[in-house]
């Protein structure tokens, strides 16, 4: 592997990252998709003004965000299923050959080889899923009827007030979360078909 300007894309450049998270932080160099960015800015404030001038109870809005929260987390744990299976079979078939030299060649605006670029885009929806999948978890379980977050609102002063406030911020999270990750769903579901793409493409120039 050559050096100077793409001298730390070498062999040892595979395996550098050792966990999810650094993987999410390096991940975090490749620009999002511009329509994903407006569209879900677009859908959080008209949730959030309708939301906090709608004259709802607290208890029926509780109760919808309890609901939404057991949705979130049902559909997320399932989606997530099969983005595993999917990017497993995109793994596989893709050509190791052409994985080695895209290993070898940076990305202009990320930095990042264009091996990564292509995996990191692909595992950053993993960790997208993850998160909301954590946050159904804590409104589920946490924000249950008679749980701790309804336990710590009651010894506030004013317990009417905050428990209006927090479900219709977590309503306005919860809702926006999901569709987000539709958006995310979206750009998951070209990524594939784009990296597979440049595989045929690959192997018809003749490259093998």
């Known amino acids: 592997m050559s050096t100077g300007e793409n001298g730390d894309l070498g062999p040892a450049s595979f395996t550098e990252e050792k966990n999810l998270w650094q993987i999410y932080w390096k991940a975090r160099r490749i620009k999002p998709s511009l329509f994903n960015v407006l569209a879900t800015l677009a859908v959080f404030a008209f949730l959030a003004i309708t939301t906090f001038c709608a004259p709802q109870g607290v208890a029926s809005f509780a109760a919808t ?3 939404l929260a057991t949705f979130g ?3 997320t744990l399932t989606v ?3 983005l ?3 990017f497993t079979i995109f793994a596989t078939v893709t050509n190791p050959n052409m994985l080695i030299a895209m290993g070898g ?3 202009e605006d990320s930095g990042l080889s264009w091996m990564k ?3 990191f885009v692909l595992l950053r929806t993993f960790v997208y899923y993850l998160v909301y999948a954590v946050i159904c978890f804590a409104v589920v379980y946490l924000g249950a009827k008679g749980g701790p977050v309804s336990f710590l609102v009651s010894l506030s002063p004013n317990p009417q007030e905050y ?3 927090i479900v219709k911020v977590a309503f306005v999270v919860l809702a926006t979360g999901q569709f987000f990750l539709l958006m995310q769903l979206k750009s998951f579901i070209y990524n594939v078909y784009s ?3 440049a595989s045929l493409r690959w192997r018809a120039e003749g490259h093998d």
């Open 117 to 119: 670029h292509s995996f």
């Open 84 to 86: 595993v299976a999917g």
């Open 163 to 165: 428990a209006v406030c």
């Open 195 to 197: 990296s597979v793409a």
């Open 73 to 75: 987390l049902n559909a």
């Open 65 to 67: 965000v309890r609901e």
């Open 105 to 107: 060649i940076r990305h």
């Open 80 to 82: 997530l299923g099969f």
